[in-house]
T-cell receptor, first 115, second 110 residues
Framework: DTGVSQDPRHKITKRGQNVTFRCDPISEHNRLYWYRQTLGQGPEFLTYFQNEAQLEKSRLLSDRFSAERPKGSFSTLEIQRTEQGDSAMYLC?????????????FGQGTRLTVV | GQSLEQPSEVTAVEGAIVQINCTYQTSGFYGLSWYQQHDGGAPTFLSYNALDGLEETGRFSSFLSRSDSYGYLLLQELQMKDSASYFCAVRWGNTDKLIFGTGTRLQVFP
């Protein structure tokens, strides 16, 4: 198992374009999270999946953002009509649902730059 | 709402001991985690406290006082590779999502 994998690692896009990021969690981890991190700040929660069900979305997630996790495996995060304010590191994390609490394992992130 | 406060920067020399404090205000609290993040890297888990007291993991220890809404991370025998950002994060809600602080940048000098 190679950990949480995210693709691409870097994305530069023009304002107004759509972008899609992919996250492959650790196998058999049924919990998957997306976070956004800007320079000098801590990660901010965006959304949570348990298996294929999206159970929570942050108010940060405007209607331009959509996330899916078909079949409860990999997940995608799409941003439509990108804005410069969307420039950030997008982090994916996964954890197993065993025991009272287990740590979240983060991927290396996708760094988005909107020009 | 939720907020976590940490010092923005801490400096120390190799071999020293450093403590990074974290105070939090949350409407719900399940536990306090600590993560390390090197520049350009992924946050990696260091420690977790659900109950009051000290948890020790090698050179790193973490402490929690729920009555004071306060915790700290203690790093001993500092090494150059410990230079990184350190985040405290509150585990919140049934989803176990993490609410992160703004982070403390630790610089270790020779």
């Amino acid at each position: 198992d190679t950990g949480v994998s995210q693709d691409p690692r870097h994305k530069i896009t023009k304002r107004g374009q759509n972008v899609t990021f992919r996250c492959d969690p650790i196998s058999e981890h049924n919990r998957l999270y997306w976070y956004r991190q800007t320079l000098g700040q801590g990660p901010e929660f965006l959304t949570y999946f348990q298996n294929e069900a999206q159970l929570e979305k942050s108010r940060l997630l405007s209607d331009r953002f959509s996330a899916e996790r078909p079949k409860g495996s990999f997940s995608t995060l799409e941003i439509q009509r990108t804005e410069q304010g969307d420039s950030a590191m997008y982090l994916c994390a996964s954890s197993p649902r065993t025991g009272p609490y287990t740590e979240a394992f983060f991927g290396q992130g996708t760094r988005l730059t909107v020009v | 709402g939720q907020s976590l406060e940490q010092p923005s920067e801490v400096t120390a020399v190799e071999g020293a001991i450093v403590q990074i404090n974290c105070t939090y205000q949350t409407s719900g609290f399940y536990g306090l985690s600590w993560y390390q993040q090197h520049d350009g890297g992924a946050p990696t888990f260091l420690s977790y406290n659900a109950l009051d007291g000290l948890e020790e993991t090698g050179r790193f220890s973490s402490f929690l006082s729920r009555s004071d809404s306060y915790g700290y991370l203690l790093l001993q025998e500092l090494q150059m590779k410990d230079s990184a950002s350190y985040f405290c994060a509150v585990r919140w809600g049934n989803t176990d999502k993490l609410i992160f602080g703004t982070g403390t940048r630790l610089q270790v000098f020779p």
